[in-house]
């Protein structure tokens, strides 16, 4: 009954909340019955280093079962997988490695040991893998598939367009093969021209979710760190290029502007006094909460919106922007965050808070101070977002609310990141979140830039309590917006 429901509900994390204390009370399970249980976990789980800090622990678990597939691993080959698959997502690569170089050359011993060299980064010997799981069996796809989708992370271009070639040469209507293929021969044209292939379009339109992923590596924060576009952004980096840096700054702005940026100017002028005059106001004022909030970032001097908080513990703040200093990669700061929230625990709250208006000083490596504080604010976010489960009165509900609806700013981003993701993460939720963007979206100021509203527009697309007349609507608006 468990893995029928699993089956069923493929994308609800049933065998994560059930699965743990399931293989570990019956011990009489039949070892096919077994191997369809720990086959089924190996699919619901993400891989290692995408993991959360409670999905590790509990597919740690699960997979320490591997164990009882041992005595039927030299006669089952799907067993061979299945155990080489566990002990890969278990971050136990090394281990995985050692125990496929015993098995039989076969597909199912070579898939094995290409998946393991491909998460160690032996990118060569898994490519070498992979040709060898083709030649054991030329009729099986995914051994094409999979190392194509390896050398486009690579940036293998060539590689990767001649396998979707052989891909598309027996199954012509595959989707992401044809998708990957377009994007290669776009890369291979250096992106030009600058238009995304009309063909990834209309298969992402098509439902094909390997599409939809070359498409989100393209936007801020879902593929690349995300680089502020407001007025007063482009002011301040002309201001940096400047021989000598001013030591006085004074701006008129036709419209009122994240808060962050003087955020972003407190790094990137440092001593210099920034004074700020608005020639405009939207209605509704975006520097008024969108309704109340228990957590505010922001308090009002004159015109202008402050930090509420004291600059945070430099303890604290230095495990974050180690994260944030990490080479962008959503899905795997997601995770990093995870630990490090399940470290720092929720006492930590009010220095997170703060962290987020109070960012360091930017590492050498990374020098913009405007990027470096929506990086900062992405990685305090996501730790935010950790402090607890559950979901109505939880902690991460307060404040990741608190921040989407308060005064409309860069963190308002880094909010909305957050809370698409959690809508991803458990379907069960996202109803609730997409009344929370619907709200936002209703405040949005009547006329002027709407820093969010791009980033707003493709979170909400992804939450998946869409209706289909509410995606095309979103995505004709995404369109519509730059």
């Known amino acids: ?15 994560e909340a059930w699965g743990r204390e399931w293989l570990s009370q019956d011990e009489d399970l039949s070892q096919d019955i077994l191997l369809s249980a720990l086959s089924a976990v190996l ?67 070579w898939m094995a040991r290409a998946l393991l060299l491909r998460q160690a980064g032996r990118v060569d010997e898994a490519a070498q893998a992979f040709a060898n799981a083709r030649a054991a069996d030329p009729s099986d796809l995914s051994a094409y598939g999979q190392a194509a989708e390896m050398l486009v992370d690579c940036g293998r271009w060539s590689e990767a367009y001649q396998l979707c070639q052989q891909i598309i040469s027996r199954e012509p209507l595959h989707a992401a093969s044809r998708s990957m293929l377009a994007w290669c021969r776009w890369q291979q044209a250096g992106c030009e021209p600058p238009e995304v292939p009309e063909l990834i379009q209309q298969m992402v339109a098509q439902g094909d979710e390997y599409s939809r992923k070359l498409l989100l590596n393209l936007l801020p924060y879902w593929g690349r760190a995300a680089e502020p576009r407001d007025a007063l952004a482009n002011l301040l980096r002309k201001a940096m290029g400047r021989a000598e840096p001013p030591v006085e700054f004074k701006v008129e702005l036709t419209d009122v502007e994240a808060p962050s940026n003087l955020v972003a100017a407190r790094l990137a002028l440092p001593g210099c006094q920034v004074q700020l005059r608005y020639l405009h106001v939207s209605t509704p004022d975006p520097r008024e909460p969108v309704e109340a909030c228990e957590f505010s970032l922001w308090r009002r001097e004159g015109e202008i919106l402050v930090p509420a908080f004291d600059p945070p513990d430099p303890a604290i703040q230095e495990k974050v922007e180690q994260l944030a200093a990490q080479p962008y990669n959503l899905r795997r700061w997601w995770a ?98 997409h009344q929370a963007f619907r709200k936002l979206d209703a405040a949005k100021a009547k006329d002027g830039f709407v820093c969010y509203e791009k980033v707003l527009i493709e979170g909400w697309q992804q939450l998946p309590c869409l209706h289909p007349t509410e995606s095309a609507h979103l995505a004709r608006r995404s369109s519509e917006v730059e």
């Not at 009954?1 to 065998?15: E, G, N, R, T, V």
């Open 336 to 433: 990093q965050a995870s630990q490090l929230a399940a470290e720092l625990g929720s006492d930590a709250l009010s220095q997170l808070l703060a962290s987020l208006t109070w960012p360091g000083r930017p590492p050498a490596a990374l020098p913009d101070p405007l990027a470096w504080t929506t990086r900062s604010q992405t990685a305090t976010t996501f730790v935010l977002a950790h402090l607890d489960d559950g979901w109505e009165g939880s902690l991460r509900r307060r404040v990741l609310y608190s921040l989407l609806l308060g005064p409309r700013d860069w963190t308002t981003e880094s909010a909305i990141i957050a809370l698409s993701l959690i809508g991803q993460n458990e379907p069960v939720l996202s109803w609730d979140i």
């Open 1 to 15: 009954m468990m893995l029928s429901i699993a089956h069923a509900k493929w994308d609800q994390p049933y065998l």
């Open 43 to 109: 699919v619901n789980f993400p891989e290692f280093e995408l993991m959360t800090y409670r999905q590790r622990l509990n597919f740690q678990a699960m997979a320490s079962h591997h164990v009882r597939l041992l005595p039927m691993i030299d006669e089952h080959p799907a067993a061979q997988m299945v155990v080489c698959g566990l002990l890969r997502k278990a971050g136990r690569v090394d281990e995985g490695l050692v125990l496929a170089e015993n098995f039989s050359p076969s597909w199912h011993a």
